[in-house]
T-cell receptor, first 113, second 114 residues
């Protein structure tokens, strides 16, 4: 089985721009979670989608949003980028619930200049 | 509410020495517990998990962890460190039922000296 894939792997943006990251879960997995990883804060949960619905949400501002498609692929969007948004964004898929085991993608490294 | 504390942001060992990475958790219900490993420029990979079966859990790459309810701990050990074990290790706690998102610790960087 193919693993979780994330595109792009690296992104450089400037403040004020917006960005869209993509995640393709393992085939058959319907739950997709997104995390922001930074050296200072560790892994912070952004949101989780299941069957195209946001099921859980972390404590991030509304500039961070996401969606899930009928094939379980997910995207997250960050609008009006700030310097502090520079981070590794990780996507994880689960079948069918996150609390038993999550399978992580390699992440998208976002740098905001 | 649930939380995880990983003692020591960095642990340094010599190749061949015992590896001990500490994790203490807080949970209002019997927890699920996990250890994940992250190599540079990669995502997290599950090492092992405890989901209320045997308290001594064996994982991949020779790692194991013991669930101790009385100490609210889930420390990760490996008898003999290898250079390839150098990575970031994360402990996580979750709970059965519903759709609870795991809570991750801040991570411990394992450094292995030759």
């Amino acid at each position: 089985k193919a693993g979780v894939t994330q595109t792009p792997r690296y992104l450089i943006k400037t403040r004020g721009q917006q960005v869209t990251l993509s995640c393709s879960p393992i085939s058959g997995h319907r739950s997709v979670s997104w995390y922001q990883q930074t050296p200072g804060q560790g892994l912070q949960f952004l949101f989780e989608y299941f069957s195209e619905t946001q099921r859980n949400k972390g404590n991030f501002p509304g500039r961070f949003s996401g969606r899930q498609f009928s094939n379980s692929r997910s995207e997250m969007n960050v609008s009006t980028l700030e310097l502090g948004d520079s981070a590794l964004y990780l996507c994880a898929s689960s079948f069918p619930i996150p609390q038993e085991e999550q399978f992580f993608g390699p992440g998208t490294r976002l740098t905001v200049l | 509410a649930q939380s995880v504390t990983q003692l020591g942001s960095h642990v340094s060992v010599s190749e061949g020495a015992l590896v001990l990475l500490r994790c203490n958790y807080s949970s209002s219900v019997p927890p699920y517990l996990f250890w994940y490993v992250q190599y540079p420029n990669q995502g997290l990979q599950l090492l092992l998990k405890y989901t209320s079966a045997a308290t001594l859990v064996k994982g991949i790459n020779g790692f194991e962890a013991e669930f101790k309810k009385s100490e609210t701990s889930f420390h990760l050990t490996k008898p003999s460190a290898h250079m390839s074990d150098a990575a970031e290790y994360f402990c996580a706690v979750s709970r059965p039922g519903g759709s609870y998102i795991p809570t991750f610790g801040r991570g411990t960087s394992l450094i292995v000296h030759p």
